[in-house]
């Protein structure tokens, strides 16, 4: 009686989904992906179009922080330049959007490499201050480089229009909805296959151990800095895509509090794990919704308890935090996968 997973050729060992229950799993899921908006309201496309945005963005960080193990606190800054970038490349140079994302993409990328260059003296706590200095500094050009970005002043981005269909018109949040889950789908994907090769395997030996990883021939200094560009990449995107789907850019958006929650993310989902940082992402983009849903539901019952929603939403994202790195420190993507690991093996205990 076969007891696990086997396979007997190496094509079959190297697929992304290896099982049949994987390949039922993500076909319900891509079932429900493509009916979901159909039957979902305004508010709740609202949150799915959200977290699209945020799993692209928590790719990013993790695979700088959670593959590659270098801790970074500037990720509002980078989304800033993303945001920025494809805003005034769209407001003020007139450039279609299917060009300014590609461009705010590459521009974000090419900073992140050149705060990253710290990153091959710097390790730890060090290197994260040189990450949140990084933050403040982005956030100061942006504030006071008013020709270009209309300092603390809104940037206000034209509406998306591809061969005449316009995004933004309509019920935007369903057509909005197709492509950020194509971007967010490309991202899980990028992700995925990175570190089924030579680079990807590169960022994880130098997390692990990075002097092993230069005996054994890795160059620190390019893969660090690739880290962050790749990292940074993602993240220009995510930037991106905020701007046209809210239209309006401003740095109360990217502030270091936009870091801290996509560092949570990545903590509660799961350092190193693609699925970790997409249940992350869901996670902390939904629980402030579903707290302040439950605010409102009060408002009548018990006012002054809803006006501490506020208080009590800071509060449960640090018991989120800290429950996650006390009881389950790997995240929601071990709770995962001792979930299906029970149901593969059930009746027996191991």
Known sequence: MESGVF????????KLRRTPAQKIRLVLLLAFL???????????????????????????????????????????GFMAVGAYATGVLTAQVGLPFWLTIPIACTLTAIVGAIFGIPSLRLKGLYLAIATLA???????????????TGGVDSLVVPNTEIFGFNFNSGNSDF??????????????????NLFRSRVGRAFVAIRD???????????????????FAVSSFLVGLAGALTAHYRLIVTWERFTLETSILYLAMIIVG????????????????????????????????????????????QGVFGAVIILFLIVEPEGLAKIWKDIKDYFRLWPFPY
Do not use: C
């Open 209 to 227: 151990q990075d002097i092993a990883a230069e005996v054994m021939g890795v160059n620190l200094f390019v893969y660090k800095l690739l880290a």
């Open 270 to 313: 799961g350092l190193g794990s693609v699925s970790g940082s997409v249940l992350g992402a869901a996670l902390l983009t939904l629980l402030p919704a579903f707290i302040s849903n439950v605010g409102m539901a009060l408002s009548g019952v018990a006012p002054a308890l809803a006006h501490m929603m506020p208080y009590v939403q």
């Open 34 to 76: 493509l009916i979901f908006p159909f039957v979902a309201g305004r508010y709740y496309l609202t949150l799915a179009n959200l977290v699209g945005i945020a799993v692209i963005g928590a790719l990013g960080l993790n695979i700088l922080t959670g593959f590659t193990g270098q801790i970074s606190l500037g990720q509002g």
């Open 175 to 192: 057509r909005w909805y197709w492509p950020i889950l194509g971007f967010a789908t490309l991202s899980v994907l990028f992700t995925v």
């Open 7 to 14: 396979h007997t050729t190496y094509e079959s060992d190297t």
């Open 134 to 148: 990084a933050q403040i500094i982005i956030l100061w050009v942006v504030t006071h480089w008013k020709a270009l």
